[in-house]
């Protein structure tokens, strides 16, 4: 599976917008771009995913570039709640298991 | 959605003796589940892939006869830590997926947080 870039952290002000950055250019045409979060000692709560696409979901937005090297996860109006660790994760349909990264620290400040 | 418990939420056992946490599928039928574990300010790391009825599998540089892994029905799997050690006080998660065609999400438990004194 391919190799995801994340900055470690990550701050954004309550009721904005946060933009969650992934680099994923080593990505192969059947790998999928997925999101996942992670609130202090919980499981893992999926988010979104998307192959080439755009979507859209009751959560977030997930922009995927043309050339799909990079993506980028957004949370329409951040709240305290969204504080987490968020994971970027490519991965073959047909593949089984999830690789994560390091994944983004992100802090919504009130 | 689905959902995935694990039991129990914490632990804490004398080194040397043996834990078992028990992952469980509530409202569908996993035939493959996974482990992870996490230590602090750190990224989960994949220990092993379970299919029901059949052996697991195991990640590079997990040992298996210290971390058994037993999914004997489509809805539980029970990860046993082996004479453990403090080394291997850690959080444990698992993972399930509903069907062999969906490999689309994976449905996450709450984790288990294992402490060896």
């Known amino acids: 599976d391919a190799k995801t870039t994340q900055p470690p952290s990550m701050d954004c002000a309550e009721g904005r917008a946060a933009n969650l950055p992934c680099n994923h250019s080593?990505?192969?045409?059947?790998?999928?771009v997925y999101w996942y979060r992670q609130i202090h000692s919980q499981g893992p709560q999926y988010i979104i995913h998307g192959l080439k696409n755009n979507e859209t979901n009751e959560m977030a937005s997930l922009i995927i570039t043309e050339d799909r090297k990079s993506s980028t996860l957004i949370l329409p109006h951040a709240t305290l709640r969204d504080t987490a660790v968020y994971y970027c994760i490519v991965r073959a349909n047909t593949g089984n298991q999830f690789y994560f990264g390091t994944g983004t620290s992100l802090t919504v400040i009130p | 959605g689905a959902v995935v418990s694990q039991h129990p939420s914490r632990v804490i056992c004398k080194s040397g003796t043996s834990v078992k946490i028990e992952c469980r599928s509530l409202?569908?039928?996993?035939?493959?589940m996974f482990w992870y574990r996490q230590f602090p300010k750190k990224s989960l790391m994949l220990m092993a892939t379970?299919?029901?009825?059949?052996?697991?599998?195991?990640e590079q540089g997990v040992e298996k006869d210290k971390f058994l892994i037993n999914h004997a029905s489509l809805t539980l799997s029970t990860l046993t830590v082996t004479s453990a050690h403090p080394e291997d006080s850690s959080f444990y998660i698992c993972?399930?997926?509903?069907?062999?065609?969906?490999?689309?999400?994976?449905?996450f438990g709450p984790g288990t947080r294992l402490t060896v004194t």
């Open positions: 379970s299919n029901e009825g059949s052996k697991a599998t195991y």
């Open positions: 409202d569908f039928q996993a035939t493959t």
């Open positions: 080593t990505i192969s045409g059947n790998e999928y």
């Open positions: 993972s399930a997926r509903e069907d062999p065609r969906d490999t689309y999400e994976q449905y």
